[in-house]
């Protein structure tokens, strides 16, 4: 049986116009409008297009969006005074420095700049510890996204084999610390691991996160195991022009899997919408408020 499709873009929209009813709630119950900063450095086409369709997003849901482009020659310690202001700022609740940045500004030094309550990319250290240790944490955006779509597509998570292939700071780890947060049983694979598509077919949920058109094929896959494809390659076509791809061979692991997200429409979109659920989570936190039900890990 051929597997279900997660639409990823239709989850998305649900994800967003949950975002904005809770926004409209704090706007007219609480008189606090959430507000995301996205800071960019330098001219990076492919940032600069990530940056206007989140402050476009944002605006979309209502919420306040300010966006900071800074000339590539900005300085490590104007752009920390930047953070400092923005961390101090009463009407800001999310900050974003879209990355990467110049090569004479210290990535690390940036994040860990960043108010850790206000830190909706969920990259500061606090963050990684916090989540880490099981506790209330701001959450990778990605992860987050991936973890939503396996709730809505399997209900309750426990006890179900989990494999996710990729180990990056910014999505495999925190995927498996999300995982086993809903108490899977995780393995971390990476480019080290013996015998990758054997243990990967031990998976009942599979976390493709790795940067490699079309790695995994349907001989790695449980049957009726579910599929999320994080990774996002541009191949050549033969025709010409070229396309994205996912770390998955969509169309033979489909005839395997119970349930798979494609690419593009999968992962993707959720990401976005759900650094608008960050920044309403960070809000209702600053507030004292319960945070928004289905918008947290
Ligand atoms: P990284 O390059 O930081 O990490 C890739 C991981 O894959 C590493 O842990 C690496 O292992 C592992 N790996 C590489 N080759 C193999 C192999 N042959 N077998 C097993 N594991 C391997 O990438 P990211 O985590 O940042 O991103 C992964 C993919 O997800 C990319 O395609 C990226 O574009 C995409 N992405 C998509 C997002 C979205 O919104 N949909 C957001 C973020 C990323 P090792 O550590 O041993 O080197």
């Given at each position: 049986?051929a597997a279900?499709?997660?639409?990823?873009?239709?989850?998305?929209?649900k994800?967003r116009?949950?975002?904005?009813?809770?926004?409209?709630?704090?706007?007219?119950e609480?008189?606090v409008?959430?507000?995301l900063?996205?800071?960019?450095?330098?001219e990076?086409?492919?940032?600069?297009v990530?940056?206007?369709?989140?402050?476009?997003?944002?605006?979309?849901?209502?919420?306040?969006?300010?966006?900071?482009?800074l000339?590539?020659?900005?300085?490590?310690?104007?752009?920390l005074?930047?953070?400092?202001?923005?961390?101090?700022?009463?009407?800001?609740?999310?900050i974003?420095?879209?990355?990467?940045?110049p090569?004479?500004?210290?990535?690390?030094?940036?994040?860990?700049?960043?108010?850790?309550?206000?830190?909706?990319?969920?990259?500061?250290i606090?963050?990684?510890?916090?989540?880490g240790?099981?506790?209330?944490?701001?959450?990778?955006?990605?992860?987050?996204?991936?973890?939503m779509?396996l709730?809505?597509?399997?209900?309750?998570?426990s006890?179900?084999?989990?494999?996710?292939?990729?180990?990056?700071?910014i999505v495999?780890?925190?995927m498996?610390?999300?995982l086993?947060?809903?108490s899977?049983?995780?393995?971390?694979?990476?480019?080290?691991?013996?015998?990758l598509?054997?243990?990967v077919?031990?998976?009942?949920?599979?976390?493709?996160?790795?940067?490699?058109?079309?790695?995994?094929?349907?001989?790695?896959?449980?049957?009726?195991?579910?599929?999320?494809d994080?990774g996002?390659?541009?191949?050549?076509?033969?025709?010409?022009?070229?396309?994205l791809?996912?770390?998955?061979d969509?169309?033979d692991?489909?005839?395997?899997?119970?349930?798979?997200?494609?690419?593009?429409?999968?992962?993707?979109?959720?990401?976005?919408?759900?650094?608008?659920?960050n920044?309403?989570?960070?809000?209702?936190?600053?507030?004292?408020?319960?945070?928004?039900?289905?918008?947290?890990?």
């Amino acid at each position: 049986m051929a597997a279900t499709v997660i639409d990823g873009k239709a989850f998305a929209a649900k994800v967003r116009e949950r975002v904005k009813a809770h926004v409209t709630r704090l706007v007219e119950e609480h008189g606090v409008m959430p507000g995301l900063a996205v800071v960019l450095v330098g001219e990076n086409p492919a940032s600069e297009v990530y940056v206007r369709s989140k402050g476009k997003a944002t605006r979309e849901a209502g919420m306040k969006s300010v966006e900071h482009k800074l000339d590539a020659a900005t300085s490590e310690a104007d752009l920390l005074a930047l953070i400092g202001e923005l961390n101090r700022d009463e009407t800001i609740h999310g900050i974003l420095v879209q990355l990467p940045v110049p090569d004479h500004i210290d990535a690390d030094k940036v994040l860990a700049a960043i108010d850790p309550a206000k830190d909706v990319d969920g990259f500061h250290i606090s963050n990684v510890g916090l989540l880490g240790t099981g506790q209330k944490a701001m959450v990778p955006c990605t992860p987050l996204g991936c973890l939503m779509m396996l709730r809505e597509e399997l209900g309750s998570l426990s006890g179900m084999e989990a494999v996710v292939i990729g180990r990056s700071n910014i999505v495999g780890k925190p995927m498996a610390q999300l995982l086993l947060k809903d108490s899977c049983t995780v393995t971390i694979a990476h480019s080290r691991t013996r015998d990758l598509p054997g243990v990967v077919r031990r998976a009942d949920i599979v976390v493709a996160a790795v940067g490699r058109p079309n790695m995994v094929t349907s001989e790695w896959i449980k049957p009726g195991a579910t599929v999320i494809d994080v990774g996002i390659n541009r191949i050549e076509k033969p025709e010409g022009g070229t396309r994205l791809v996912g770390d998955v061979d969509y169309e033979d692991v489909a005839k395997v899997a119970g349930a798979i997200t494609p690419v593009p429409g999968g992962v993707g979109p959720m990401t976005i919408a759900c650094l608008l659920a960050n920044t309403v989570t960070a809000c209702c936190r600053k507030l004292g408020l319960a945070e928004p039900e289905g918008l947290t890990a």
